[in-house]
């Protein structure tokens, strides 16, 4: 059984934080502060505890698929046939490797994983699916859906009023 580990509390100037460096993770500690109406140090202090609590985990720029030439976002479904052998951990390595799967998570339902998986074209992401996906021995099923049409995709997690869960 897991230990339950208490809620990390914040208030309502380290869910403005949180807020304002999801909008723009680039902001410095001096631009922050003033945002928050706060003088540097006390608001790096606050930066710093959020970041050694792993609340904020890292920092990055979010880019246009597009304009980077990645037409085609895939969500494919992974399902193994045997569960015992050492397949599926071989398969999250090697899934680690590539960087154009944005993302894999094991899943409940008829798939064991579901990816999603970017690509410059058709014809890549079917590439993709043959010289990796299907080269993975114990996966007996993958099925593929293609974004037609984008309607949402954020990174910003909402922040809760109340306290943070630790587990993790």
Not at 120 to 132: A, M, N, Q
Request: negative net charge; aromatic residues 6%; glycine residues 6%.
């Amino acid at each position: 059984m897991s230990k339950c580990l208490p809620l990390i509390e914040l208030d309502e100037t380290d869910r403005a934080l949180l807020h304002h460096l999801q909008e723009d993770g680039s902001l410095s500690s001096a631009a922050l502060g003033e945002r928050l109406s706060m003088t540097v140090t006390p608001c790096w202090r606050r930066r710093k505890r959020l970041e050694d609590q792993g609340i904020i985990k890292d920092y990055q720029a979010n880019l246009d698929r597009r304009k980077l030439g990645y037409d085609v976002l895939a969500f494919a479904q992974v399902t193994f046939g045997d569960h015992s052998a050492n397949a599926p951990d071989n398969f999250e390595r090697i899934i680690l490797d590539h960087p154009e799967v944005l993302s894999c998570h094991k899943v409940t339902g008829a798939a064991d994983y579901m990816l999603s998986v970017l690509a410059t074209d058709l014809e890549s992401y079917g590439r993709f699916v043959e010289e990796v996906l299907r080269k993975q021995p114990g996966i007996t099923a993958i099925q593929s859906s293609l974004a037609l049409r984008e309607i949402k995709a954020v990174t910003r997690i909402p922040v809760p009023e109340d306290g943070v869960d630790q587990r993790g």
